[in-house]
């Protein structure tokens, strides 16, 4: 489903990752591990299209990301904070990207709001959400349309202990169903809880990978 292969990129004359490999397979989570400034925010961003003067190659469906296409097809994603239309609600924001692919309508987004712990009657701007209410939101546009995979940097930055235990069992769901999950994050029992195996990244070098 996702495969990076020998994938370098630099800035500003600074090497950013290099020479990064990693698969992940259909229906499986693998955890992405590394402290800041490891590189793993900005490997999520060349899988996603966010990133594209890297060297190398990635593959997401078999197609070649910024060759055959910008963006992965099927792709949800939470990299760093979510971006949302500040003086928009929760709903109306949800509403504005469900209509670009049009796949799924006022039910599917009132869903997966409540599944977050939203109200989508909730009047009250973007702009005045908390942070903890943004990341929940981004949960929800990540997964609202059903996507294939999911690529997830730190996903439940702000929530609080009880929406953490519920997002993972989420996402452990997530993936009994066959979805694929590309996760990184700084709490060891996200990655055990809901991944196969783990990469661990430092210095923009893959230095391992196991089961989780």
């Known amino acids: 489903m996702i495969k990076v292969d020998h994938v370098s990129l630099t800035i500003k004359k600074q090497e950013i990752l290099r020479d990064v490999s990693l698969e992940v397979g259909r229906g499986e989570a693998v955890g992405l591990v590394g402290g800041n400034g490891s590189g793993k925010t900005m490997l999520m961003k060349c899988i996603c299209g966010i990133h594209r ?4 190659e990635i593959m997401v469906l078999d197609k ?13 994603f939470i990299i760093e904070a979510p971006g949302f239309l500040p003086y928009l ?4 924001n ?9 796949v799924i309508g006022k039910k599917e987004i009132i869903g997966y709001m409540e599944l977050v712990g939203l109200d ?4 009250k701007s973007v702009k005045k959400y908390s942070l903890g209410m943004k990341q929940r939101l981004g949960l929800a546009q990540a997964l609202m349309e059903h996507p294939q995979i999911l690529i997830l940097d730190e996903p439940f930055n702000g929530l609080d202990k009880h929406m ?3 997002m993972r069992k989420v996402l452990t769901r997530q993936k009994q169903e066959g979805k694929t999950i590309l996760l990184a994050s700084h709490n060891e029992k996200d990655i055990e ?3 196969d195996r783990t990469y661990v990244i430092d210095g923009g070098r893959i230095i391992s990978g196991q089961q989780s």
Do not use: H, M, W
């Open 53 to 56: 003067s890297f060297l190398g």
């Open 64 to 76: 070649r990301i910024c060759k055959d296409l910008e963006f992965p097809p099927q792709t949800g």
């Open 89 to 92: 609600n929760g709903y109306e």
């Open 94 to 102: 949800l509403k504005v990207l469900a209509d670009i692919k049009k």
């Open 120 to 123: 989508p009657t909730e009047k």
């Open 164 to 166: 953490v235990e519920k």
């Open 193 to 195: 809880y809901i991944c």
